[in-house]
């Protein structure tokens, strides 16, 4: 019985352990991530993400914040090759996916990076792009409707899409709003998952005034 004991506190003790080094390297990289200024400052973010992820193997936000931090570092920096960074990001997300499927927060961001690519052609991409980025969304939507962001996504992108396609200022308002409503309600599960959003959609939202 005192061996079964000890064998039980020594478990608790790794988990607890495991789970600490988990939660420093993501409130580092968090941290990180907030103070980027720069494309530089934000990919080493990513690639610190990256390394919490490989060290850690069985978690799916460190990928997550890893694919969130190379989408931004593309916006960033104009001189970028959005098409490779895109395949970098795709492989962020599949393997967040494996650990982490049906996720909400995971087909936000394959939204984020269809519109990444969009951009590098509009004229020709954003057919097929865009169905890819809707249906992300519309994913996103059924798998968590109390999520804002899917919400918010969807009205910033609608914003720069005319209005004979469907698009245009009063849809993307309407969306905004109920951004902006479920923002209120919204709580994340961990101080780690994502909480991000509100801000943008305020801004976005006084865009369609």
């Known amino acids: 019985m005192k061996k079964m004991l000890v064998i039980i506190a020594m478990f608790i ?7 600490s080094k988990f939660e420093a390297g ?10 980027a200024k720069s494309a530089e400052e934000m990919l080493a973010a990513a690639a610190f993400f990256e390394r919490v992820a490989d060290a850690e193997k069985d978690k799916w936000l460190p990928y997550y914040y890893a694919a969130q931090t190379n989408i931004l570092a593309a916006w960033m920096n104009p001189k970028t090759d ?20 049906n996720n909400s927060e ?15 052609d509009p004229m020709s991409r954003w057919q097929s792009y865009g169905t890819v980025a809707a249906e992300a969304i519309a994913k996103a939507k059924a798998i968590d409707p109390t999520n804002p962001r899917p919400y ?10 005319p209005e004979a396609f469907g698009g245009g200022k009063a849809v993307a308002k309407k969306l905004l ?9 919204f709580k994340p599960a961990s101080p780690f998952h994502p909480n991000w959003g509100k801000e943008q959609a305020v801004q976005s939202l006084a865009a369609c005034q």
């Open 26 to 35: 993501m409130g580092r990289g968090l941290t990180q991530f907030k103070e």
């Open 177 to 185: 709003e109920k951004a902006l409503v479920l923002f209120d309600t």
């Open 13 to 19: 003790i790794g988990t607890v352990a495991a789970q």
């Open 106 to 120: 995971l087909n936000c961001l394959k939204q984020m990076v269809a519109v990444l690519q969009l951009t590098v």
């Open 152 to 161: 918010m996504l969807e009205g910033q992108y609608q914003i720069n899409v």
């Open 82 to 101: 959005k098409d490779k960074v895109a395949e970098k990001i795709k492989e962020l997300i599949a393997k967040a996916e494996t650990l982490e499927p």
